[in-house]
């Protein structure tokens, strides 16, 4: 129970079944971490998970957007075959399409170019959560796997783990009768909280747009392009896939070629780009004894912001997608760095993707961070 106490309590800024949102800290998704403490709490968990089925083949799948370095880690401590669900639509893999009805994009799909080899010899899937609350997603993907026959009937089990758990008694009978089988870092009731999100008084005067924000020095920004991307959203070997996250990570460090004047840089990753944007954050403060690299991501959801007293997000930032400029995002608690690296495995052209990636800018020098790099991942021979 140790991350009990940092977790915190925020209102969603959109109407939802659910009011709140559980702010954790060491995600590495709404607030900047420092590297290693995201990949601690995420390790104990896939020790967690490895312990619980010994023995067993199995397959870790993560849910999008905010579990997708979760998965990958769990997948890395589980030595198995990883894949992500994924909200990016692609016209060559219609996939498996479930719904996730309290998000505010309720749509989701488990792409299937993959999925026969991957679940070959599968003892048992695990899906990936940062928080369980109802249950309901796991259900309605495992139902919609079973409907389009894209698992062995009565041969392969099933098992959710999560970094908290705050199903009812309820919900979790409903889980027991599936024979799904569950596994979490945190256990919490969440009676109140609701009640609590709807006391909070948002401060929409720390909601900033970039399109409304200053112009940012053309000269401090950098844009550049790595090869030999892996994509978990088609499922990856967990070895191959770390093994390009530590090219990419180390391409990455000697382009940006830091001085001795820099003290605090912070990598920022995009929407579901987040495993590599943690890797590399930890590789380059291992590179650079006494550099303090923070790292977190955008995101789709829209949390408000507040002066409230202990409450976790003070400013936030809406902000074209790096995937779809037609699309908002938003990013939290922005703040001074000596630079900040976004990176990204968008699909858009060069051009699109450096003005779609003009709103992050903005945002960042006007936290106070002028120098600003960018980075897209690509596939080799793209």
Not at 106 to 120: G, P
Not at 172 to 195: C, M, P, R, T, Y
Request: hydrophobic share 40%.
């Amino acid at each position: 129970m140790k991350y009990l106490n940092t977790l915190r309590v925020a209102r969603r800024n959109y109407k939802s079944t659910r009011k709140y949102v559980i702010v954790n800290p060491l995600q590495g998704k709404h607030l900047p971490v420092r590297a290693e403490d995201a990949l601690a709490m995420m390790r104990e968990l896939g020790r967690l998970v490895k312990e619980t089925f010994p023995g067993e083949r199995l397959l870790c799948v993560g849910f999008a957007e905010t579990a997708t370095a979760i998965g990958a880690v769990v997948a890395e401590t589980c030595a198995c075959d990883y894949i992500h669900t994924t909200r990016e639509h692609t016209d060559t893999d219609p996939g498996f399409a479930f719904s996730e009805t309290h998000s505010r994009w309720t749509e989701q799909k488990l792409r299937s170019m993959n999925w026969a080899k991957l679940i070959r010899d599968v003892d048992r899937i695990v899906f990936i959560d940062d928080e369980i609350s109802t249950g309901k997603t796991i259900r309605a993907i495992i139902s919609r796997l079973g409907e389009m026959d894209a698992v062995p009937r009565g041969e392969l089990r099933f098992a959710v783990a999560s970094l908290i758990n705050v199903m009812n008694t309820e919900d979790a009978a409903l889980f027991e009768d599936a024979g799904i089988q569950e596994v979490h870092l945190v256990k919490v009731a969440n009676d109140e909280f609701d009640s609590i999100a709807s006391a909070i008084k948002p401060d929409l005067s720390r909601l900033f747009d970039a399109k409304d924000l200053p112009e940012p020095d053309a000269g401090d920004f950098a844009f550049f392009e790595i090869s030999g991307k892996e994509d978990p959203r088609n499922g990856v070997s967990i070895k191959r896939y770390i093994n390009a996250c530590a090219e990419f990570a180390e391409e990455l460090s000697a382009t940006l070629a830091l001085g001795r004047d820099t003290r605090r840089i912070l990598i920022l990753g995009t929407e579901e780009f987040m495993f590599p944007a943690l890797y590399a954050a930890q590789f380059i403060e291992w590179e650079n004894p006494g550099l303090a690299v923070y790292t977190h991501a955008t995101t789709r959801s829209p949390i408000a912001p507040s002066s409230h007293a202990g409450y976790p997000i003070f400013a936030a930032y809406r902000l074209p997608s790096a995937y779809d400029r037609e699309r908002e995002t938003f990013v939290y608690n922005l703040a001074s760095y000596d630079q900040a690296v976004i990176v990204t495995d968008s699909e858009l052209d060069s051009q699109a993707l450096i003005e779609a990636l003009g709103g992050a800018r903005k945002s960042l020098a006007f936290a106070g961070t002028k120098k600003v790099t960018a980075v897209r991942w690509h596939p080799s021979g793209v």
